[in-house]
């Protein structure tokens, strides 16, 4: 049985991805910020699967004795992580530049960026230790150059995460480690509604665009996890929306509608 950790899986495609591996016979390392939301993920979870399977975690993924703390308790209850998953991530408010503040900058460059550092740091040194492990780094918005106003700063992790995960890949050549990223493309969560709270008529015309190019997370996690414990090549990029799904949805689109927030609001 793999144990697979996800860091920021209280929520989200991080929840939706934990889901998928209970599903799939693995145990799960759950964790969040605070300790309310793994327990709320816990049992949401728990009311699926069964409890030996699934621990809870509090971690913040930019304090670095935390991400330390989130290892450990992984192998004290289960002795090994076969998978970890730098999920966790933020948005930031959709914004220019210069109308972000200072702290809402340095939240999202740290979780982001100084979060999957620190997780993978952990991970490498730990696998390399049992002798093996694979490491996935979720990119997003960004990772492939192009930009998108309003999330100049969440663009820019992402693009640096790349680099990150490409320059892993080569440093951690001949090891016994697999490293890859994941790119989920646009997931209907609260990282991209919550932008919109505020700007009604603009949520109704970016909505269009969404239900062409956007997906659930029940699913795209499912089809991750499935490629990730199929995978079995170090510096893979496990990508959903690939061009061939993106033409069929175009040349879809004039036969059928698609509301992907029809239960969101």
């Not at 109704?204 to 090549?233: D, M, T």
């Not at 036969?255 to 239960?263: E, G, H, Q, T, Y």
């Amino acid at each position: 049985m793999k144990h697979v950790v996800i860091t920021g899986s209280t929520q989200g495609i991080g929840f939706g991805l934990a889901e998928a591996f209970l599903k799939r016979g693995c145990s799960i390392t759950v964790s969040g910020r605070t300790q309310a939301k793994v327990d709320h993920a816990r049992a949401a979870l728990e009311s699926q699967s069964v409890a030996e399977r699934l621990l809870g975690c509090a971690c913040d993924v930019r304090d670095p004795e935390q991400v330390t703390g989130l290892w450990e308790a992984a192998v004290a209850r289960f002795a090994k992580v076969d998978i970890w998953i730098n999920n966790a991530g933020l948005s930031g408010p959709s914004a220019k530049v210069w109308q972000i503040s200072p702290e809402e900058a340095r939240q999202v460059v740290e979780t982001n960026l100084l979060g999957v550092i620190h997780g993978s740091r952990v991970a490498v040194a730990g696998m390399l230790a049992q002798g093996f492990g694979r490491i996935y780094n979720m990119e997003g918005m960004g990772s492939d150059g192009r930009m998108h106003d309003g999330l100049t700063l969440y663009g820019m992790t992402k693009y640096g995460l790349r680099y990150f995960t490409d320059s892993l890949v080569k440093e951690t050549a001949g090891m016994p480690l697999i490293i890859g990223s994941l790119r989920p493309g646009m997931v209907v969560t609260e990282l991209i509604t919550r932008q919109y709270e505020d700007r009604p008529d603009e949520w109704q015309r970016v909505k269009r665009v969404f239900n062409l190019i956007a997906e659930r997370v029940e699913v795209v996690a499912p089809w991750l996890a499935e490629q990730i414990l199929a995978n079995e090549q170090t510096g893979a990029r496990i990508s959903y929306l690939s061009r061939g799904r993106m033409l069929k949805r175009m040349l879809l689109l004039p036969f059928r509608k698609r509301d992907l927030f029809v239960d969101r609001g």
